[in-house]
């Protein structure tokens, strides 16, 4: 069993540093190493693609922002300033993934990058970021599961519990499941894939886009915060698409000749 010790690292004064948002910047520090390490391998301008990296960051973040609080409009409607309190949590990282990947491909396409080959270079670092980023949650008691008795149960503040679960204080710790998948993916990418599949651009984008959307739609699954359309959770129906679309990639990328 296991608890949060609360959403604020240390406070200064006024000012209050929060988990949620320290842990994001580690995500994004490390992926940026990573980036830049694999452009250098790659002959690529670094600081160019760091550039990227930045473009992808921020528009992800507004694009995640933006796609939770669309479905979860109801939350927001009657102060709609809330939804600036990214502090607070409530990011849907299938709404960065898709806006920070459009971003990356309108930049590549405007400077003449490689789209597979700089995708490439950003999945290994986009699944440790998700890893990391993931305990988030954890200190912000959000994103877990059904009540579990389980030993590694979480325990969930009574603040924090839906009300028709609130005679329950256990539940399970889907933040770290995902997290935990999450880091599988990275080390399967970056230290099983990534130098194999350098002759077939694309390959490790969609194997990491069939890979976390496989882990995903199992962790949804337990998750008692799903957004929801109709009688669907969302996130489990975009990760079926994704990884049925990635596999697909994947099988007729084997059929094209390697570069």
């Known amino acids: 069993m296991f608890a949060s010790p609360g959403a604020i690292a240390f406070q200064l004064g006024p000012i ?11 995500g994004v520090l490390l992926g940026a190493v990573l980036v830049r390490r694999e452009a250098t391998r790659h002959r690529l301008d670094p600081d160019r693609l760091l550039n990227v990296v930045v473009l992808a960051v921020l528009t992800g973040l507004v694009g995640a922002r933006l796609y939770y609080v669309g479905f979860r409009w109801e939350h927001y409607a009657a102060n709609p300033l809330k939804v600036f309190a990214l502090w607070e949590g409530g990011l849907a990282i299938h709404g960065g993934l898709i806006a920070g990947g459009l971003a990356t491909i309108l930049y590549c396409r405007h400077t003449g990058f490689s789209i597979p080959v700089t995708t490439d270079i950003f999945v290994p670092a986009i699944a440790l970021g998700q890893a990391i980023g993931r305990w988030g949650n954890f200190f912000n008691q959000e994103a877990f599961g059904i009540p579990t008795d389980l030993p590694w149960k979480l325990y969930i503040d009574p603040d924090y519990r839906p009300p028709h679960l609130a005679g329950f204080e256990y539940f399970h710790p889907t933040f770290l499941y995902e997290s935990l998948w999450n880091l599988l993916v990275f080390l399967i990418l970056w230290f099983g894939l990534r130098k194999r599949l350098e002759d077939r651009p694309g390959a490790l984008t969609l194997c990491y886009l069939a890979l976390y959307s496989l882990g995903r739609f199992f962790t949804e699954a337990l998750r008692i915060d799903s957004l929801m ?3 669907l959770r969302v ?17 007729l990328l084997r059929w094209k000749p390697a570069k």
């Open 16 to 26: 209050a540093l929060r988990w949620y948002g320290l842990l994001i910047a580690a």
């Open 229 to 231: 359309l109709g009688s």
């Open 235 to 251: 996130a489990q129906l975009v990760s079926l698409v994704l990884f049925l679309g990635a596999t697909l990639g994947l099988l």
